[in-house]
């Protein structure tokens, strides 16, 4: 059997996979790479432990220093990663080739990072990103060929090293004809010995939202976030699953005077008025730098007319966005400032409108200033929504006892914060048993337990916002701390989490 991944056997998936494939005896960790990294791969430590908790014995194993034949004594072998031009030169100087086919036919093969890309057809990916680590001056970009599976390993960190990542794999796939499979750390492939994808070993974390494929469900609410610029120079933003981006209206709004934002008892108050730098600045100027990072992007619009929701929506049609959220918590001019989303009337129409215009698919995001939220959702569904987010924040209200006005100028802002997580679990519950498009819930989520509450309640995904306001990374923490509950409980899916709650 044969295991290509991305940064060794470093997840629970990955190492359970390995312990089916071999049981016990010896093992051999080869370290061929360039003399430099040879000399400093810290790697070895780390992989020596994870094959040592299977029950093997590991020895080193070099092929520029021992004969490629003595792999066949090894019940497995791990070809760890390096400089993926050197250590293919490596092997097919030493006559490694057939050791290796072997090693997958009598035991387990371990292939990861350049081992994982060397085993396939070709370094053809490898030769689009990173020539320059072509030392030895191979003319043959033909690997090994133990597999047809193409691999590219450590996907999320590498946004932000390459120019065009993405785009560039797609016009590789293009050319190719070929399917890459794109590998976090912690993820990989079983294959039989004849190089058959038998098992996609992938994070638990990683949802499908209607038909957007996030590689983990937490993601960061519209309105907290930016444009996510502030955040990246903290942590990459493809540790996120995605971004809901500033709120966005068709032009430039200035949002409202100050003072607009106050504190609460278990949560936040705010006004801001969707200050935002409009739809042209957002495709000319954060969308470049945001297609780049690793994450689903989710657009989050707003407006004040119908007209002003189409005409954005449209404009988005042919960008990066991958998801349209509709801010519908927004008063309608030209129905007395009444919000469209109060009535189902009012949601059914404002869906319905943009739905005619927009390619992307599009989550409607509820407001929880209503008599029954699920009505909301069915309504929104029946005009075409592929998804609804709930809640909004409630409208709330603070008091300066000295100047008696109120602390928000607009006198009434949204509340948003832990406060409001019962209610936006009661409402994702009810909604849940209603709509059959997925829900993505927020509204108070702060620690790993809360988005475990809100996808047991019966929502696909998460989104964290005020949280954010007091840690940067409490995103990334709550992403850390669900996969830990997951690992705890032996949950192999996220998707097995949501809806699951039993009630009495």
């Known amino acids: 059997m044969i295991i290509l991944c991305s940064n060794g056997l470093t997840s629970p998936w990955l190492r359970e996979a390995a312990g089916r494939c071999v049981k016990g005896g010896r093992a051999a960790l080869v370290v061929t790479a360039d003399p430099e990294y040879r000399e400093k791969n810290r790697h070895v430590p780390r992989c020596r432990e994870e094959l040592e908790a299977l029950g093997l014995t590991v020895e080193i194993f070099d092929l520029d220093r021992h004969p490629a034949q003595g792999l066949a004594q090894f019940d497995a072998v791990m070809l760890m990663g390096g400089n993926p031009y050197y250590l293919l030169d490596s092997i097919q100087k030493h006559g490694g080739r057939q050791a290796l086919c072997q090693a997958a036919d009598q035991g387990l093969l371990v292939g990861w990072s350049a081992g994982a890309l060397v085993l396939g057809p070709s370094l053809g990916l490898v030769d689009l990103y990173s020539p320059e680590l072509n030392t030895v001056g191979l003319s043959s970009l033909g690997a090994l060929g133990l597999t047809q599976a193409q691999v590219l390993p450590h996907y999320s ?37 004849q190089g058959q994808v038998v098992e996609e070993l992938f994070s638990p974390l990683r949802v499908n939202v209607a038909g957007v494929a996030f590689r983990n469900p937490v993601i960061a609410a519209s309105g907290t976030f930016g444009f996510g610029r502030e955040y990246g120079e903290l942590y990459p933003l493809s540790q996120l699953g995605g971004i809901s981006c500033k709120g966005t209206t068709l032009h430039p709004r200035p949002g409202n005077p100050p003072p607009r934002v106050t504190e609460t008892p278990g949560g936040m108050l705010n006004a801001v008025g969707l200050q935002n730098p409009g739809v042209e600045h957002f495709v000319a100027q954060e969308l470049p730098w945001l297609s780049q990072q690793g994450t689903r992007i989710i657009a989050n619009l707003a407006g004040s007319a119908v007209e002003d929701y189409c005409q954005t ?30 009535t189902a009337q009012g949601v059914e129409g404002i869906t319905r409108a943009v739905r005619r215009v ?44 000295h100047t008696r006005r109120p602390i928000i100028r607009n006198n009434t802002g949204g509340l948003s914060g832990p406060a409001l997580l019962p209610v936006a679990l009661r409402m994702v519950w009810q909604t849940a048993q209603k709509v ?28 964290v916002g005020t949280a954010i306001f007091t840690d940067p990374y409490a995103p990334v923490k709550i992403r850390d701390g669900l996969l830990d509950f997951m690992v705890k409980n032996g949950v192999r899916s996220v998707s097995e989490l949501t809806g699951g709650v039993r009630p009495w």
């Open 157 to 193: 960190r590498f946004h932000t090293r390459y120019e065009q990542f993405e785009a560039r794999c797609q016009a590789y796939e293009r050319e190719q004809g070929c399917k890459v499979y794109r590998l976090d750390d912690g993820e990989g492939l079983l294959l039989d010995s």
């Open 436 to 463: 059959k498009i997925p829900i993505v819930g927020l509204g108070g989520i702060a620690a790993p337990e809360d988005a475990v509450e809100m996808l047991l309640a019966g929502a696909s995904a998460i989104q």
């Open 358 to 401: 927009c390619k992307k698919p599009l989550m409607v995001k509820l407001s929880p200033n209503v008599t029954d939220i699920s009505e909301m959702a069915l309504a929104a569904e029946s005009a075409g929504a592929d998804a609804v987010s709930l809640i909004n924040t409630l409208t709330g209200m603070r008091i300066d006892i």
């Open 313 to 342: 929506a449209e404009k988005l049609n042919d960008t990066p966005v991958d998801m349209v959220e509709l801010n519908i918590s927004c008063p309608n001019v030209k129905e007395g400032g009444v919000q469209f989303g109060v």
